[in-house]
């Protein structure tokens, strides 16, 4: 099941629940194939977006990255919300949606450049889940991973932060620095996500540890058991690398988002005793290569195009401005302050 915008469906698809006006009248019931009629009612009634049945037709229809985005943080809202409320989670969404993010690491070729775009969609730890679901995938395939694998690894990014949903508005969207009480308590979102994931029997004990384990690292600083070594789980590992890469690269309510070049050299040094070496550092050498020909904004505030990457040195290349060309890997003077375009 999935939540799907109404100009993207066709006719003959099936409604995955029932469908309320917005005076709670039923409009549609569950399980109604949907006609031309239905559709042109449905916009008459301004009616956005439905849940239907039959998502494997959507996911092969060659949808744009920017509505299945779209659908998935409507779904993920959705299905974090009533968790918080206490309803459970429901086998057809989480599976669905994983699958049709999938389907768009598969086909999107510009991958990084459009979940730049779709940053300050929604909330923040809803956009955070939709892309580190994205990002654990693409590592997945990096990784050679098969594709059953693939789709646990985006149900453990799509879910690893949920959590969060039990923590205390004030605390989870404070812009100022934590105390360490508020601290402790935000530290509990990796329990209580675990706790919640591992009630259910189609949920994978590998993406409850990650919920459980994402923020552990292998010297003892992370949480919540400060846990030492390297953890043998992928979805553990992958998930801890994507839920840094994203957070630093994203806007936060007590941080600025920092340049793709900033969070890498960031997993680079994390990679020294704190997250898995084989994980950042696949991730390491394969992020820079997607910025070549991107726009970049340089510290000293000139605009210029990355035109070559160093494999040795991937987070310092070669920049273009104008007729100038900058190598910062031997000047440490200037970086990269934002990828533009």
């Known amino acids: 099941m999935l939540k799907i915008k109404v100009n993207s469906l066709?006719?003959?698809v099936t409604l995955g629940k029932d469908l309320f006006?917005?005076?709670s009248t039923l409009l549609l019931p569950k399980g109604t194939i949907i006609t031309r009629e239905h559709l042109d009612s449905l916009h008459m009634r301004n009616i956005d977006d439905v849940f239907i049945m039959d998502s494997k037709a959507v996911v092969k229809s060659g949808r744009q990255f920017e509505d299945v985005y779209s659908d998935s943080l409507s779904v993920v809202r959705s299905f974090m919300l009533e968790a918080k409320l206490g309803k459970p989670l429901e086998f057809e969404e989480i599976s669905d949606i994983t699958g049709l993010l999938l389907e768009q690491v598969f086909e999107a070729n510009d991958l990084f450049r459009q979940m730049r775009l779709m940053k300050d969609k929604d909330d923040y730890l809803f956009t955070h889940s939709v892309n580190v679901a994205l990002l654990c995938i693409l590592m997945g395939r990096w990784l050679k991973c098969d594709r059953e694998t693939l789709k646990e690894l985006g149900e453990a990014g799509l879910l690893h932060d949920i959590g969060k949903v039990f923590i205390d508005d004030s605390i989870l969207n404070k812009p100022d620095k934590l105390t360490d009480t508020e601290y402790e308590e935000i530290k509990k979102h990796t329990l209580q996500g675990y706790n919640l994931l591992s009630q259910y029997?189609?949920?994978?004990?590998?993406?409850?540890?990650?919920?459980?384990?994402h923020h552990e690292r292998a010297d003892g600083s992370g949480y919540p058991m400060g846990t030492k070594g390297f953890s043998k789980n992928l979805c553990v590992s992958v998930v801890a690398v994507a839920d840094v890469y994203d957070a630093v690269t994203s806007n936060r309510v007590y941080s600025s988002k920092r340049s793709p070049y900033t969070a890498a050299e960031i997993l680079w040094q994390e990679s020294f005793g704190k997250l898995n070496p084989e994980i950042s550092k696949v991730f390491y050498d394969k992020i820079t290569n997607f910025y070549v020909g991107n726009e970049v904004l340089l510290s000293n505030d000139e605009i210029g195009v990355v035109i070559?990457?160093?494999p040795s040195q991937p987070t310092r290349p070669i920049?273009?401005?104008?007729?100038?060309?900058?190598?910062?890997a031997m000047d440490r003077s200037v970086t990269i302050l934002e990828v533009i375009d």
Request: net charge negative; charged share 15%; hydrophobic share 45%.
């Open 21 to 23: 006006s917005y005076d």
């Open 10 to 12: 066709k006719p003959g």
């Open 308 to 310: 070559y990457v160093d």
């Open 319 to 328: 920049v273009m401005v104008g007729d100038n060309f900058y190598n910062l």
């Open 201 to 213: 029997e189609w949920i994978s004990t590998n993406v409850a540890n990650a919920a459980l384990m």
